[in-house]
Each structure stands twice: as structure tokens, then as C-alpha cells.
């Protein structure tokens, strides 16, 4: 899912590791370190009869039941109660040496359609955390890539909807509408939904609202029968509007609790089509318009939710495609800027190849 985009953070991280090890100011710090006490502990029977340690110092010969515990190795002394002085060596950067070496992951970012204004996000905290701080000289590596990770942990963390819960709770048939580009697998996720809300005990009942393109009412019908659920299909060039309809009439008289209706693939140039998705959305009073896009979209994928964003309102997403696309980009592009619900992300072609969107859980997998 991540796998190019992986593969070149790490690369990038190291490099900047290996340039801040090189090139960075070192900066030693004195501390003052309190020296503690000696503690003076009375010894046990079980004590008295064990050899003495070799590092253990005597202070008394007399009494010998006492004896001192060795503290921490100091480095230096200042008279036995008094201050020790250490040094500890760190690394720091400038911000000029930052821009210089953050270049090579700006670089990975765009090459994996990162949008400009999730960089600059990504940029910003990475500077918070490592310009003129102190660095350890061993965890530069780790620093970048906590903050990495921190970074793109709130990226992904995008409003959250819970849908078995909406339906649940809902009056029924709790209504979805399915829009989108052509070909983003917007018939297939009402599918696959479909198949998600019969496993958790929901009876779901589908529209097919695609009565543009010729095959979509037969591909819909055949998806229902695989899954198991009863499809609402007029012909071919009818109204989409009123096969929707229809179908929450059904789902009244028949108490079924979702309907989900599929639509017609459309880019806003399709005026047309432009215009009756507005005629559904107005007549059909959904609760939920689900936005499909597909992860190979790249950094296009804001314009696209913005179109129909405008026109008809988008409550939430499902990213598909997601296991032919290894770069990521689109979707830390369209939680940064869209910050609009995911419900699901497809991650194959099969009904059962759609996950509920986890920001933790994508979170993990970018840095696994
Ligand atoms: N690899 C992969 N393929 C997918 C995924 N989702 C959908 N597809 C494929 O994308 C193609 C189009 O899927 P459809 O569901 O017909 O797309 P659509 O948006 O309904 O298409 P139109 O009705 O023509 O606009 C099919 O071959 C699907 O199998 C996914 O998550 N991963
Ligand atoms: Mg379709």
C-alpha cells in the first residue's frame, strides 16, 4: 500500500541522518551532577558469610559489620560530598542546514504526490523538533522518525463517522448514495457495503441508480446475487431518480434497514449528468453521500472531492484501489485537506477487499 513511498522516506531519513552526524555543530554542555551520599547499610547474617566483592571499599575496619555500597563510576571528583562536573555532547542544526538537508524528503514526498501543503505541515513540525534543539548523538535517526511519524499520525487522523451505529440508531432505511468519477469502483463498494452491513446483522437493499451506462443495471444485479442481496433495477435510459425512489419505497414495505444506491460516473464537464446527480440528491434526502475515489489519482484527488463537494455536498470517502498504488500520496492529500470522513479503503477487486479505515492502523503500516 505505502511500499515506494516507504522505501524513500527511509532512504531519505538516513540521509539526512548520516549529513546532521556529518555536518551539525556539536555542542558540549557542562552539567552539574549531585553526588550521592554513600549508603551506609548494616550487614545481614547472609551478607557476613559471602566473600566481600572486590570493587567494595572499606571505610572502617571497625565496626565490621558496616559496610559501604558502591555508587554509579564518577568521572571526575570534587571532594567526596561535592559537585561532579560532565560534559554531554550533542548535535544541533540550523535552520539554514535544516532546509538544506529536509530537501531530499521533500523530494520523496512530491515523487509520491504528497501535496505541497501537507510537506510544508511535515516540514513545519519536523523543524519544531529538530532545529537548535539539542540532538542525541546516536538517536538522530529516531528523532526524525518519531517526529515523522507524530506528523503524519495527525495527518491521517481524520473526523470520524461510525456507521453501523448512524444505521443503527437511524429511522429506516437509512439512505447512502455512491457518486463519483467513472471506473473509481463506486459500483463495486455498494457491493462490498453491502456485503459489511449483512455481516453485522443489517439487511441491505440496493438501487440501481447507474441507468446511463449500458451493462451497469446487469453488473449491479450480478453483484447483488453474489452477496446475497435483492437489487431495485428499471432500464436502461430511465430515470435514475426514480429507480432511487422506488428502492426506499421497497425498503419501507419490506422493513430493510440501508439502502445503498449506485450512480453514474460523472466528471463535472458531464453538465447533464451534473444536473440530475443534483434532481437525486434533492428528491432522495440521503443521509449519508459517499464520495469514491481511487488511491491512483495522485495529488488530482482534492480537485475531484472539491467538484462535487460544490455541487452536491460530500459527507464521506471510500478510497479504492489502494493495493495497486504504492505511493500514498492521495490519501495523506485528502486527509490533510479535505479532513472529511473515510469510511473504507478497497484493497482488492473481491467483495471481501474492503477494510474500515483506521488512521492508527494506516499509520503503522506507512512506518511497519
Ligand atoms: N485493484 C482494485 N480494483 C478495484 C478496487 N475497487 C474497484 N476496483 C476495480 O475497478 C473497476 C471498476 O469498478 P466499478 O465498481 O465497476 O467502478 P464504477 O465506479 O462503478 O465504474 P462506472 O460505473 O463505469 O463509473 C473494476 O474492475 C473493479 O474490480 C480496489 O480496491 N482495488
Ligand atoms: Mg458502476
Same mark, same amino acid.
Given at each position: 500500500m505505502f511500499g515506494f513511498l516507504k522505501k524513500k522516506i527511509k532512504s531519505a531519513v538516513s540521509s539526512i541522518t548520516k549529513k546532521v552526524e556529518e555536518e551539525a555543530e556539536v555542542v558540549e554542555t557542562p552539567v552539574k551532577v549531585e553526588k550521592k551520599k554513600p549508603v551506609i547499610k548494616e550487614k545481614s547474617k547472609a551478607e557476613k558469610k559471602v566473600s566481600k566483592p572486590k570493587e567494595e571499599k572499606k571505610v572502617e575496619q571497625k565496626p565490621k559489620e558496616k559496610i559501604i555500597v558502591k555508587e554509579e563510576p564518577v568521572k571526575e571528583k570534587k571532594g567526596f560530598f561535592g559537585k561532579i562536573k560532565e560534559r554531554v555532547t550533542t548535535k544541533k542544526i540550523s535552520e539554514k542546514q535544516f532546509d538544506e538537508f529536509f530537501f531530499e524528503l521533500e523530494v520523496a514526498l512530491l515523487e509520491n504526490n504528497v501535496a505541497l501543503e501537507v510537506i510544508d505541515? *511535515?516540514?513545519?513540525? &519536523? %523543524?519544531?523538533? &529538530? +532545529?537548535? +534543539?539539542?540532538? @542525541? !548523538?546516536?538517536?538522530?535517526?529516531? @528523532?526524525?522518525?518519531?517526529? #515523522?511519524?507524530?506528523? =503524519?499520525?495527525?495527518?491521517?487522523?481524520?473526523?470520524? *463517522?461510525?456507521?453501523?451505529?448512524? =444505521?443503527? %440508531?437511524?429511522? %429506516?432505511?437509512?439512505? *447512502?448514495?455512491? #457518486?463519483?468519477?467513472?471506473?473509481? /469502483?463506486?459500483? #463495486?463498494? +455498494?457491493? !462490498?457495503?453491502? @456485503?459489511?452491513? %449483512?455481516?453485522? /446483522?443489517?439487511?441491505? *437493499?440496493?438501487?440501481?441508480g447507474d441507468t446511463f451506462r449500458a451493462a451497469a443495471v446487469a453488473q449491479l444485479e450480478e453483484y447483488g446475487k453474489q452477496v446475497g442481496v435483492p437489487v431495485v433495477k428499471h432500464q436502461q435510459g430511465s430515470d435514475a431518480c426514480a429507480v432511487i425512489f422506488d428502492t426506499i419505497s421497497s425498503a419501507k414495505a419490506k422493513s430493510m434497514d440501508v439502502v445503498l444506491a449506485d450512480s453514474a460516473g460523472r466528471i463535472h464537464s458531464n453538465n447533464d449528468l451534473m444536473q440530475e446527480l443534483q434532481k437525486i440528491v434533492k428528491k432522495n434526502k440521503f443521509d449519508l453521500k459517499v464520495l469514491v475515489i481511487e488511491a491512483t489519482v495522485g495529488s488530482d484527488v482534492v480537485d475531484q472531492v472539491k467538484e462535487f463537494d460544490k455541487i452536491v455536498g460530500v459527507d464521506a470517502l471510500i478510497i479504492t484501489k489502494n493495493d495497486v498504488y504504492e505511493k500514498g500520496g492521495s490519501l495523506l492529500s485528502a486527509c490533510f485537506l479535505l479532513e472529511k470522513p473515510i469510511l473504507f479503503l478497497g484493497v482488492g477487486q473481491g467483495f471481501d477487499d474492503l477494510k474500515e479505515y483506521d488512521s492508527v492502523e494506516v499509520a503503522g503500516k506507512m512506518f511497519e
Open positions: 505541515k *511535515i516540514k513545519e513540525d &519536523l %523543524k519544531v523538533d &529538530l +532545529v537548535d +534543539v539539542p540532538l @542525541q !548523538r546516536k538517536d538522530v535517526s529516531k @528523532q526524525i522518525m518519531d517526529t #515523522l511519524k507524530k506528523s =503524519v499520525s495527525e495527518i491521517l487522523d481524520v473526523p470520524k *463517522i461510525s456507521l453501523l451505529s448512524e =444505521v443503527k %440508531k437511524a429511522e %429506516k432505511p437509512y439512505k *447512502i448514495l455512491f #457518486l463519483g468519477f467513472n471506473g473509481v /469502483g463506486k459500483s #463495486l463498494s +455498494v457491493a !462490498r457495503v453491502a @456485503q459489511y452491513f %449483512k455481516k453485522n /446483522g443489517l439487511k441491505p *437493499i440496493l438501487a440501481a
